[in-house]
């Protein structure tokens, strides 16, 4: 957040485990509370799973093998 703020003209990206992510105390909600600016989330996801996925977790997901 700090970065943004002295730079407001560029972009981050930050790579990251799904852990990460976690609804309320992830990257995601913490930059958010302290600098308001437009992101989104790609969560890295294996074709192989099954189990169901919070719609909620993430933007995007990016298909992995």
């Keep these: 957040a700090g970065f943004l703020s002295a730079h407001p003209n560029r972009r981050l990206v930050v790579l990251a485990g799904n852990g990460h992510l976690i609804r309320g105390f992830g990257i995601p909600h913490r930059v958010r509370s ?8 790609v969560l890295p ?21």
């Design 45 to 65: 996801y294996p074709i192989s799973r099954s189990d169901p996925l919070p719609r909620d977790l993430a933007d995007f997901l990016w298909l992995t093998r």
């Design 34 to 41: 302290r600098h308001p600016v437009a992101m989104a989330a």
